[in-house]
């Protein structure tokens, strides 16, 4: 599968260096520096270019920037007709510690308003991406944790659902786009938990309901 991944920070970087190594044809787009995106492509043996040049053509996009770079990538992306974007961001102010958005509306529910054309899916957004690597040398271990996916379109959420096994999560359907408004504070939970407890941040959840 061709991936385009929108964002060079830890949550793009690591999700997309793990997808090439399962085998996806991954591009990296999207930083202030042209070195780093050359940097992060070469270690993974993907490839890197611009926005619009990783958006062409590719079966899934990641969005994976912070919350005030939205409008600039998003523009230089286009408007995103028919293509499946994953979305891992949570809409935290510059000190990221809190949210800029809800109660009555979410990060997930104000991009598809900016793109509505695209068949957006928001996931890995309530996992630090600490616990990607791990997760990802035992996938082949049950049970595996959960990760929550919510969005509108079925297909997607499908596709979605595939890369999500890709790095080794079971993907927990959430229901739709509106779930963000209690998904994007239950992120700012795992963060606390991760970040705020001993024991390291490679955090991960799994929920099971009890006969």
Sequence with gaps: ?????????????????????GGHDVTFAYSRSA??????????????????EAVAGAD????????SRIGDVLAQAGDLEGRVVLN?????????????????????EELAAMRPGAAWVSCFNTSPSEAFDPVF??????????????GDNDG?????????????????????LATGRYAEPFAMVTAVLAYGQPGGPALTYRFDKLS
């Design 88 to 108: 891992c961001c949570v809409p935290l102010n510059e000190a990221n510690d809190a949210l800029v958005l809800g109660p009555e509306t979410s990060g997930a």
């Design 60 to 67: 899934a996009i990641l969005l994976a920037v912070h919350w």
């Design 137 to 150: 040398s035992r996938k082949n271990t049950e049970p595996r944790p959960h990760l929550l996916i919510y």
């Design 1 to 21: 599968m061709k991936i385009a991944i929108l964002g060079a920070g830890l949550m793009g970087s690591k999700l997309g260096r793990l997808w090439a190594a």
């Design 156 to 176: 997607a959420k499908e596709l979605a659902g595939g890369l999500i096994r890709d790095i080794g999560f079971d993907p927990l359907d959430a229901g739709g």
């Design 35 to 52: 070195d780093k995106l050359a940097r992060l492509a070469r270690d993974a043996g993907a490839t890197s270019g611009t926005v619009a």
